[in-house]
């Protein structure tokens, strides 16, 4: 649990930096992020700061996990979305921007022209 301070994340769950909030509840928050990536781009947060993968609790991420599950089926019901695409990067090679943990939620649409899948280097 380091570098909280200035975390731009911190500063939305506090509400001390504005975001449109789409749930919450005492461990989990979701809010729509700066640049949607497509319609419904959802950010799901611990309230308690953890940086990634490696140092957040295993319960926590449980219900991160679950709420990430209800908010996907919401989310693709409300904006008739037929996919999503669940993305995490822990670390900074790992392309991890905002270091406080967060998984993407990101609705997909046929021919939406986003391609967000890994690709082999053959
Ligand atoms: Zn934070």
Redesign the pocket.
Known sequence: MKN?NN????KI?AKKAPAKIVFENEDILAFVPKEQVSKGHTLVVPRV?FENVFDIGKNILEKLIAVSKGLSEKLAKENNATGVNLLHASGKDAQQSV??FHLHVVPRYENDGLDLWLREKL
């Open positions: 909280m975390c731009i994340f911190c769950i700061h270091f406080h």
